[in-house]
């Protein structure tokens, strides 16, 4: 029986953060997340002895989690989260954390992502990544995301008659976002040529397809309306969540994600469709997942893919801005917090305080995230619509 599930009222978004990336960082992921951590706070106006909620997401914390961070930060929270869910760690705070202060068991949350990157942090994070990876992928040569997404890519090409080209308009139209985001890596402009010349990671995914890691984090409040408003804080509403984990295990290989189990109910919680969303952040490590969250999504139907990327103009002043910080793929993936940068700006985007990014008119935006990729599929898999004040 379909449940209508309770609505966010009374719950806001507030006081987003990006501590500027690094492509490598000597600094551990406990000083990445208390620069955001402090950041977010200053911002909002709270004293670090006065926070009391918070959630943690990273890869490189080990061995601390959460509880470790609260000792070495000095807070003392009445709530405490650790979601190790890495792309889909942003959407996931959000409605653990909205939920605990509607029932008022917390005031405020300060939700945080971040990561290191010293030179040899990604091969030391893969080692330990899951235990299905060691046991079932690791042995056989899979050793790592490259190998597992040129799977899922050659499966999508060979199924639905992508091109390299298709994904290349995702590639280049984030460069061309990344080009007016300050905290972006990737600072020279893309070329279709450039992308379809670039050289070969694990065939049929070529450089530009691949996100490059880096050192950095992401933050935001979770907090009541009326304390946002009292405190002067433009804010975010949420208006619909939905999450899934280890959907269709049924299919051979991932050709869908959760997404496409739950997307009535994000329209319908919303009271949205399609056409009234502004701009969308999908998670990005490669471009195949953007292109199946554009069909999860409801944005065209299941192998439409392709065609949709061929129609529309993904650019900030496009007819269907995508990624407009230039995501993952162009501003870099740092670590855990790579399940937050569509979040985070997102929320400033629905605000009306992007800047250079900002789209023209934004008030209703949908992101998505995905996350812990075992070979042949993600796991995890969510999405959340969330509108400017006035909305």
Same mark, same amino acid.
């Given at each position: 029986?379909?449940? #209508?599930?309770?609505?966010?009222?009374?719950?806001?978004?507030?006081?987003?953060?990006?501590?500027?990336?690094?492509?490598?960082?000597?600094?551990?992921?406990?000083?990445?997340? !208390? %620069?955001?951590?402090?950041e977010c706070l200053r911002t909002?106006?709270?004293?670090?002895?006065?926070?009391?909620?918070?959630?943690?997401?990273?890869?490189?914390?080990?061995?601390?989690?959460?509880? $470790?961070?609260?000792? &070495?930060?000095?807070?003392?929270?009445?709530? *405490?989260?650790? @979601?190790?869910?890495?792309?889909?760690?942003?959407?996931?705070?959000?409605?653990?954390?909205? %939920?605990?202060?509607?029932?008022?068991?917390?005031?405020?949350?300060?939700?945080?992502? $971040?990561?290191?990157? &010293?030179?040899?942090?990604? #091969?030391?994070?893969?080692?330990?990544?899951? %235990?299905?990876?060691? =046991?079932?992928?690791?042995?056989?040569?899979?050793?790592?995301?490259?190998?597992?997404?040129?799977?899922?890519?050659? &499966?999508?090409?060979?199924?639905?008659?992508?091109?390299?080209?298709?994904?290349?308009?995702?590639?280049? !139209?984030?460069?061309?976002?990344? *080009?007016?985001?300050?905290?972006?890596?990737?600072?020279?402009?893309?070329?279709?040529?450039?992308?379809?010349?670039?050289?070969?990671?694990?065939?049929?995914?070529?450089?530009?397809?691949?996100?490059?890691?880096? !050192?950095?984090? /992401? !933050?935001?409040?979770?907090?009541?309306?009326? =304390?946002?408003?009292?405190?002067?804080?433009?804010?975010? &509403?949420?208006?619909?969540?939905?999450?899934?984990?280890?959907?269709?295990?049924?299919?051979?290989?991932?050709?869908?994600?959760?997404?496409?189990?739950?997307?009535? /109910?994000?329209?319908?919680?919303?009271?949205?469709?399609?056409? =009234?969303?502004?701009l969308l952040q999908t998670y990005? =490590?490669?471009?195949? @997942?953007?292109?199946?969250?554009?069909?999860?999504?409801?944005?065209?139907?299941? $192998?439409?893919?392709?065609?949709?990327?061929?129609?529309?103009?993904?650019?900030?002043?496009?007819?269907?801005?995508?990624?407009?910080?230039?995501?993952?793929?162009?501003?870099?993936?740092?670590?855990?917090?790579g399940g937050y940068i569509g979040?985070?700006?997102? @929320? %400033?985007?629905?605000?009306?305080?992007? +800047?250079?990014?900002?789209?023209?008119?934004?008030?209703?935006?949908?992101?998505?995230?995905?996350?812990? @990729?075992?070979?042949?599929? +993600?796991?995890?898999?969510?999405?959340?619509?969330?509108?400017?004040?006035?909305?």
């Amino acid at each position: 029986m379909a449940r #209508r599930r309770q609505a966010y009222d009374g719950v806001v978004l507030a006081a987003p953060v990006t501590i500027p990336y690094q492509r490598f960082s000597t600094d551990t992921a406990h000083w990445w997340i !208390a %620069r955001a951590l402090s950041e977010c706070l200053r911002t909002a106006g709270i004293r670090p002895a006065d926070l009391d909620g918070f959630s943690v997401s990273s890869f490189s914390l080990f061995p601390d989690t959460a509880v $470790g961070l609260t000792q &070495h930060l000095g807070l003392s929270p009445r709530w *405490l989260d650790h @979601i190790p869910m890495g792309g889909a760690s942003g959407i996931a705070a959000v409605r653990r954390a909205a %939920r605990a202060v509607q029932a008022g068991d917390v005031d405020v949350v300060a939700c945080v992502a $971040g990561d290191t990157n &010293h030179v040899d942090s990604f #091969r030391r994070m893969l080692s330990s990544f899951s %235990r299905f990876a060691q =046991d079932a992928s690791y042995p056989y040569g899979a050793g790592g995301p490259n190998a597992c997404f040129a799977l899922l890519t050659d &499966h999508y090409m060979q199924a639905f008659g992508a091109t390299k080209e298709d994904f290349g308009r995702i590639s280049v !139209a984030q460069r061309d976002n990344a *080009l007016r985001n300050p905290h972006a890596v990737m600072k020279s402009p893309l070329t279709m040529e450039q992308y379809l010349s670039a050289r070969m990671i694990s065939d049929p995914i070529a450089l530009f397809d691949c996100v490059m890691p880096v !050192a950095g984090s /992401e !933050a935001f409040l979770v907090m009541r309306e009326e =304390d946002a408003r009292a405190a002067g804080l433009t804010h975010a &509403h949420i208006r619909s969540t939905i999450e899934r984990h280890n959907a269709f295990p049924e299919d051979p290989i991932q050709m869908r994600g959760g997404w496409a189990m739950d997307i009535d /109910e994000l329209y319908a919680m919303a009271d949205a469709r399609p056409d =009234d969303i502004d701009l969308l952040q999908t998670y990005d =490590d490669y471009p195949v @997942i953007s292109m199946m969250q554009f069909e999860d999504l409801g944005f065209c139907a299941k $192998g439409e893919g392709p065609q949709f990327v061929r129609s529309k103009d993904l650019t900030i002043g496009g007819d269907f801005p995508h990624n407009t910080s230039g995501g993952q793929l162009s501003a870099g993936q740092a670590g855990a917090a790579g399940g937050y940068i569509g979040l985070v700006e997102a @929320i %400033r985007q629905v605000a009306g305080a992007a +800047g250079p990014t900002q789209v023209e008119g934004a008030r209703t935006a949908m992101v998505s995230g995905f996350g812990m @990729i075992n070979f042949d599929r +993600g796991v995890c898999s969510n999405a959340a619509i969330i509108s400017g004040a006035g909305e």
